[in-house]
């Protein structure tokens, strides 16, 4: 059973080496030659006209959200068709009524106006 997980461990591996070595390469190894140009704040070639902790609208964290709960749905799909055929009946009923619940409450905030931008 665990030799079915050393795939995994090795790919998560692998991938922490590619992301940490390249940072440490870089901070380590780098030329570290900072002057007042470099450590200003860049934003779009001018200067930063507005402080950068500005209350956004609630609608984006509505929208966000939104985002993660059907993000959710499709992460637990990917699943449900790699093993469709083993779990039979069982496992589809289950799905659809799973599918039912989130196409209920994406109608439900469709209706409620949460996806309107103005």
């Given at each position: 059973?665990?030799?079915?997980?050393?795939?995994?461990?090795?790919?998560?591996?692998?991938?922490?080496?590619?992301?940490?070595?390249?940072?440490?390469?870089?901070?380590?190894?780098?030329?570290?030659?900072?002057?007042?140009?470099?450590?200003?704040p860049y934003e779009c070639?001018?200067?930063?006209?507005?402080?950068?902790?500005?209350?956004?609208?609630?609608?984006?964290?509505?929208?966000a959200i939104l985002f993660?709960?059907?993000?959710?749905?499709?992460?637990?799909?990917?699943?449900?068709?790699?093993?469709?055929?083993?779990?039979?009946?069982?496992?589809?009923?289950?799905?659809?009524?799973?599918?039912?619940?989130?196409?209920?409450?994406?109608?439900?905030?469709?209706?409620?106006?949460?996806?309107?931008?103005?």
């Open positions: 059973m665990l030799d079915h997980y050393l795939p995994v461990l090795i790919f998560l591996l692998v991938a922490l080496l590619v992301g940490v070595i390249p940072l440490w390469l870089g901070s380590n190894l780098g030329p570290k030659r900072p002057d007042s140009e470099k450590l200003s070639g001018f200067e930063a006209f507005e402080d950068a902790r500005v209350k956004f609208d609630v609608r984006y964290y509505l929208v993660i709960l059907f993000d959710l749905e499709i992460a637990f799909l990917f699943p449900w068709a790699v093993v469709f055929d083993a779990i039979g009946m069982t496992g589809f009923v289950a799905m659809m009524i799973f599918l039912a619940i989130l196409v209920v409450g994406f109608i439900y905030e469709w209706k409620k106006g949460a996806l309107e931008w103005e």
